[in-house]
C-alpha cells in the first residue's frame, strides 16, 4: 500500500496533512526519514508517524442493538444516530451500516469498514436473509402467509417481491398479530409495506439476525460488540 494512504486510513488524518508531515520529516520507514508519499510498502516495513508506530488499519465488524428513535445514518440534524452510539470507538465515523433500519425500528444492526463484506450483506444477488419479529395491528390471515410466500407487487416497484416467509408467532394469550418474517432483500420499508399490501399494518418491528448473525441476547438497547471470527466469516 501506499505510505500516504496506510497513515491516512490508519489514523483518520487527512490525505494532505499527512503529506505535509512526510515533507516536514515527521515519517520514518524502518527508522529511516522518507520524504516520497507514494512509497509503496512491503507488509514487514515499521513505519512511524511522529515518532510513534502506525500499522495498517485491520478492517472492523460490529452489531448493534438499535434503540427506537435513532437513525441509521452517518450524521443527521434532527435525530441522533447510530453511529452516536459508538463515539468510544477510533474513527466511528468511517464506519458503513450494513443495511438500515428505520426510525422505528428496533434490533440488529451490522456497521463495517468493509465494503466488500459490506456488499455481501446488501446486495440483493447473495440473498442474505434478515429475520425481523413484527407486531401488526390486525391479526394475521393465512392469505398474507401465501402472498409473502408466493411475492408481493409493492407500488412503484417493477418486480414482486422475492418469495418471504412470513409464520405467525402464537403469544400465550393466542394472539396472532406477532410474527417472524424472513426476507431476503432490502428494499425500502419492505416489510411495512408487505403488511400494508395484505391490509394490516405493522405497530412495532424488530430485526433478530441477519445471515446466520443473530443479534446478541447480552446486548442491552444502544450496545455494541464486535463480531467474531465465526461470524464475519458466515456472510459470503
Ligand atoms: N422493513 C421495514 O419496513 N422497516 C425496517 O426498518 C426494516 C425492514
Not at 450483506?121 to 391479526?139: D, F, L
Not at 401465501?146 to 414482486?160: Q, S, V, Y
Request: net charge negative.
Amino acid at each position: 500500500m501506499r505510505l500516504d494512504k496506510l497513515l491516512s486510513n490508519s489514523t483518520g488524518i487527512s490525505r494532505s496533512e499527512i503529506k505535509k508531515a512526510i515533507r516536514q520529516g515527521d515519517v520514518s520507514v524502518d527508522g529511516v526519514k522518507v520524504k516520497n508519499a507514494s512509497m509503496q510498502l512491503s507488509s514487514e516495513q515499521r513505519v512511524t508517524l511522529f515518532g510513534q508506530e502506525v500499522s495498517e488499519a485491520k478492517p472492523r465488524y460490529y452489531m448493534l442493538n438499535k434503540p427506537e428513535g435513532y437513525v441509521c445514518a452517518n450524521r443527521d440534524r434532527e435525530h441522533p444516530t447510530v453511529l452516536d452510539l459508538m463515539i468510544d470507538e477510533p474513527l466511528y465515523e468511517k464506519l458503513n451500516i450494513a443495511g438500515r433500519l428505520d426510525i422505528d425500528t428496533t434490533g440488529l444492526v451490522l456497521l463495517t469498514d468493509d465494503g466488500k463484506w459490506l456488499h455481501n450483506v446488501t446486495s440483493p444477488k447473495h440473498h442474505c436473509h434478515k429475520r425481523y419479529i413484527a407486531q401488526t395491528a390486525e391479526p394475521i390471515e393465512n392469505s398474507s402467509i401465501d402472498a409473502f410466500r408466493t411475492g408481493i407487487m409493492l407500488k412503484d416497484e417493477l418486480k414482486p417481491t422475492l418469495p418471504a416467509t412470513l409464520t405467525p408467532l402464537k403469544s400465550p394469550e393466542e394472539s396472532v398479530n406477532v410474527a417472524e418474517i424472513i426476507i431476503s432483500e432490502g428494499r425500502y420499508h419492505q416489510v411495512k409495506r408487505m403488511f400494508g399490501a395484505t391490509n394490516n399494518r405493522v405497530i412495532a418491528l424488530h430485526r433478530a439476525a441477519i445471515g446466520d448473525i443473530s443479534l446478541d441476547d447480552n446486548l442491552a438497547p444502544g450496545e455494541y460488540r464486535p463480531l467474531t471470527q465465526t461470524e464475519i466469516d458466515s456472510i459470503q
